[in-house]
């Protein structure tokens, strides 16, 4: 277990590094990235997934499903840090 959250920090640094903006995020922008989201249809699936893992139960396409849901919730989470910070710069600077 250990080694997947190693290697879904690594995945997540890179992902951190991959995504730059040029130049700074309007509010506008940071406003519209932090609306981002899951479906609720997704998110039941992911709450079904999980349920799965937990009992041991995934077939192998659910696992490749549940890590991608994975890794697409670390770009989310990333995209929604890097707006919630130019926010709260542009609501310091103001």
Do not use: Y
């Not at 951190?16 to 997704?42: H, V």
């Not at 077939?59 to 910070?85: G, M, N, W, Y």
């Amino acid at each position: 277990m250990q080694t997947d959250s190693l290697t879904t920090a690594a995945n997540a640094a890179i992902w951190e590094r991959a995504i730059q903006f040029e130049g700074e995020i309007s509010p506008t922008a940071a406003r519209a990235l932090l609306k981002l989201r899951f479906s609720e249809p997704d998110l039941q699936r992911m709450r079904e997934l999980s349920a799965k893992a937990r009992s041991g139960t995934l077939t192998p396409p659910e696992q490749v499903q549940i890590d991608t849901f994975e890794q697409v919730s670390c770009v989310l989470d990333i995209l929604h840090s890097k707006a919630r910070r130019a926010l709260k710069q542009r609501q310091a600077a103001s």
